[in-house]
């Protein structure tokens, strides 16, 4: 579930300026405010491991949202559209396997090159964990959360964090803003 929320996140941030400048100023002031602690080793990290301030979102004349951008990447470059959007009913599961790990590989391959995503706690899953102060970007609480705080539980996710958002800028025109990817025509 918390995979489906990220990925709605993700790309609400990307098709909405004013969710990515709210958690943005949520992430900042959790930097400015950091939490003093003995438990330094178990505590979440005061910083994410990159300044969040510096992504560069690029800014496009409204032509093509970066969500549109991103969907037509994935596609060109893994053929990302054309695994999800086939019905998978006439395949076994090693034909779907197979295509799969394909598109996986390359769609992994885009994803790195414009965000360069990394775990955001270096700490490994499954181990003992103390959050400082309740912030639902930075750590999702589950399980006997009570409103006092520090409290220590067990890493479920170690979530992720984009130290870059460097998106193509689109140069076509407005009226194929939407076009994720062309029609293919074999000339006889």
Known sequence: MR??????????????KNIAL???????????NPQTSTESSTDVPGDLPVQV???????KAGLQSEAITLL????????FLDFIKEPLAGYSAEEIGAAAQNVHDQCAEVLERFFEIRPLSDRSEGSE???QEQNPVRCHLSGQVT????????????????????LPQW?????????????????Q
């Open 3 to 16: 995979f489906c929320i990220a990925i709605k996140a993700f790309f609400a941030v990307l098709a909405k």
């Open 22 to 32: 709210q958690i943005g100023q949520i992430l900042q002031s959790s930097r400015k």
């Open 53 to 59: 301030s510096s992504l560069k979102l690029s800014q």
């Open 72 to 79: 037509a990447a994935l596609q060109r470059e893994a053929r």
């Open 129 to 131: 964990m103390t959050v």
């Open 147 to 166: 409103e006092t705080f520090p409290q220590t539980g067990t890493l479920v996710h170690t979530g992720w964090v984009a130290q870059k958002c460097e």
């Open 171 to 187: 140069t076509g025109s407005e009226k194929d803003a939407a076009i994720l990817a062309p029609c293919e025509i074999e000339i």
